[in-house]
């Protein structure tokens, strides 16, 4: 989430050295066709809107190179958003398989305590002969007793979409 953040501030920077090109290219074309437009043959006419014609082109190939920049960081940014949501989905599907084991286990447990309340019934029995006997419980009963002694597992919140829009 840092990388994307960073990512994102970055291509924000760039979108913005991209719109103020964008500015002076314009500039720089309409201060070429109103020296274009003026009459005269001067040297320094010429050499100006040589210079002019120089920037603009030059301004066209960093701008070209910003949008192919732009793009790839774009790419980068949807790959990221897709790795975070193929390992949000891979924690919810592990966090679903340990709370079914956890309640495998608190089942096994409940039947583990109600087969030694068993023997120990039945060895009550065999020491004392039919004396006094003792309440067997039921199985829910361990069951219940024991899921409600251990917390259930939620899922984690599910991350916020992030949209990038490409330019």
Known sequence: EVQVDELQRLLAGMEKEHRSLLLKMKEGE????????????????????????KEVAMLREKIHHLDDMLKSQQRKVRQMIEQLQNSKTVIQAKDAVIQELKEKVAYLEAENLEMHDRIEHLIE??????????????????????????????????LPLIRVVET
């Not at 309409?30 to 050499?47: F, N, P, T, Y």
């Open 30 to 53: 309409a201060e070429l066709a109103r020296l274009r437009s003026v009459e005269g043959d001067k040297l320094a006419e010429q050499d100006r809107s040589a210079k002019l014609e």
């Open 125 to 158: 029995k065999q020491v004392s002969h039919g004396g006094h006997s003792s309440r067997a419980r039921s199985k829910s009963e361990y069951v219940s007793r024991y899921m409600g002694s251990i917390k259930r597992v939620t899922g984690p919140k599910p």
